[in-house]
């Protein structure tokens, strides 16, 4: 009884999800900042640095394929020791098979037709264990001669082990142990031990394209390394070769794995589960595109999207090694944002993960995955990139007020907005100068780490952890209380820092009207409110940006916001019940101004029925603007605002180095 009352609630909200997430060329664009010849690190960092020096030379391993074979892994961190869900540890990813998850069984995923006809069984999952052996820890461990335990926790050993496995695979291929990289090409592609040659491959391509392009970085643990380009470069093209057990199905990039696993769209008793038929873009266009995390296991997730009483979403990211496995055309509509005027013009993609865990479950192969299948939709369908466009579950608008305090806060602060927006081939950067009338968040992600309670049970402190969020006050001091979210908070509580409270943050990417300056601190409006959070010129955490911003017309003293954008009432034809528009209980005050990355005509569909064929869409001609109004998204109705234009002038010299 209990699970089938809160199947209504699901269908009523359309992707508030229960028990989850929502409830509780083949080579990558590499963004990276270009090293000449000769740059390097200097005597007070270069402790990590002299260690892949030190393990390339004894092991006869090139320095620039051991750097370059770390940074696809770890991106040369070590997370304080900590494992990720694969079992790898270490600058190097180095797995200890003892500590890996249960492998999954894999099978054929259920057909469309079985879906049509009813529920799906608990089909086998297409999750099969890597078919090559990743890089072993405690093979490394044997190879350098020392404890597991230490390769584990020490850094220099980490790597040391990482250059003797290379050495050991060159060898076991009969290769030379030469200092030409591109001999290397082989080993490195085994080395992560990949689940299929187009991932193998895709690996192989990107470390040689880091080579060719340099690259340099301040880890988590403050340490400077660098990978000094080598523009003469050449291995040998290699593609990703193509899959002949791909289901013909999937919409994924070529050089990515992908499986299909379906969610059922069926009808029981006087509902229907667990997403809406469509024909996007012919009927609705699709211009965004969610991020999710899971907040649970990747195993769970696949048996929650074959139910038909749960939500749904369009993909899933496997943290471990980035495979992608699809459940709905992006033509149809899932049920994973908790809008459904955001699900009809969005493609959601989860992210196995917690998000108080990031070490662990936000892998840097999930990112490189996730961001070749987000370039890839964002090109199919003309979506922007852009933080307006690709955002998180914790930007999505609440549709009405009284939805505000049940929306969703993943992927949280720990998700590497920059660094993601880098592997899009986007970097998120300084588009005006210091004295310009927008900004954009920028951290720098490794450095910056506000504190946050939460991770481990209500009011414990988080670890120490670089993120992507920064916190705003009343007031220009660090004193001052945090904003109040009236939305989220109706009962008038204040704002905490606990991990999953929005009510006074921002985040990388995001974009918001300047509204005062004062010594270190900046402000910007926010939900209404100016809000200040510290920026100061030697350490930044936000950069000038160039772009529209909307403002109350003239005479008006104040303008509603809402959570979606509806169509005005006589654009509804006989026989469709019109939606019932409420704003959201928060209002525009005149002198506010807000950034805009988009205008709109609004649209609704009335998807409350089972039917084979999609429901009609109702497009009206009223048109909003899009604004980042508070940590989420809203709308604003053209009619109420003006638009300013605010170039701004040129960034003279950049603010803050831009790790990659």
Known sequence: MKKRVASRVLIALRGHRLTVCVAASSVLALPLLVIPPGGGDTPDDRSLQHDFQAAAKEYHVPQSVLLGVSYLQSRWDTHSGAPSVAGGYGPMHLVDGARMPPAASSGPPPTEEQNLAGPPPRAPLPMSRPSLQPAELRRAARLIGAPAERVRTDPGANVRGGAAVLAATQRELGKPLSDNPADWWEAVARFPGSTDAATATTFANDVFALIRKGAQRTTEEGQHVTLTAQ??????????????????????????????????????????????????????????????????????????????????????????????????????EAWHSGSKFVNARSIGIEHEGFLTQPDAWYTEEMYRSSARLVRYLATKYGIPLDRQHIFGHDNVPAPTGDTIPDMHDDPGPYWDWRHYFDL??????????????????????????????????????????????????????????????????????????????????????????????????????????????????????????????????????????????????????????????????????????????????????????????????VKGSEEYYEIQFGHRLAYVRAGDVVVINAPGTPPDQPTQPQPK
Not at 305 to 319: G, L
Not at 489 to 504: A, H
Not at 516 to 534: E, P, S, V
């Open 424 to 617: 899009l081939g986007a970097p998120l950067k300084a588009t005006a100068g210091a004295d310009s009338a927008m900004v954009t968040i920028l951290t720098d992600y490794a450095t910056h780490r506000p504190t946050y309670t939460g991770c481990t049970g209500d009011g414990l402190p988080c670890a120490s952890h670089g993120s992507s969020a920064v916190r705003l006050h009343t007031e220009p001091r660090e004193s001052a209380p945090l904003i109040q979210d009236r939305g989220r908070r109706p009962d008038g509580e204040s704002s905490t820092t606990d991990v999953n409270d929005l009510g006074s943050r921002v985040s990388s990417g995001q974009t918001y009207a300047v509204a005062g300056r004062q010594g270190d601190w900046t402000a910007i409006w926010y939900l209404g409110h100016k809000a200040w959070f510290k920026n100061p010129k030697s350490h930044p955490t936000a950069v000038g940006a160039a772009g529209k911003m909307v403002t109350p017309k003239d005479g008006l003293t104040e303008i509603p916001v809402y959570g979606r954008a509806l169509p005005e009432g006589d654009a509804y034809p006989a026989g469709i019940e019109k939606a019932t528009e409420a704003p959201l209980p928060y209002t525009i005050d005149a002198g506010q101004r807000y950034v805009t990355q988009a205008r709109l005509t609004g649209s609704y569909t009335d998807r409350s029925t089972f039917a084979y064929s999609p429901s009609p869409v």
């Open 231 to 332: 523009p003469s470069v050449r291995p040998r093209p290699q593609q990703a070769p193509k899959d002949p057990d791909r289901p013909q199905q999937v919409e994924c990039p070529q050089e990515v794995t992908c499986s299909w696993l379906s969610a059922p769209y069926v009808q029981f008793d006087d509902e229907y589960g667990n997403h809406d038929l469509a024909d996007r873009p012919r009927d609705e266009k699709i211009e965004y595109i969610v991020i999710h995390d899971t907040e649970a296991s990747l195993d769970s997730m696949l048996k929650t999207i074959q139910d038909p009483t749960e939500a749904s979403w369009h993909y899933s990211v496997r943290s471990s090694d980035g495979h992608i496995t699809q459940h709905i055309r992006t033509k149809d």
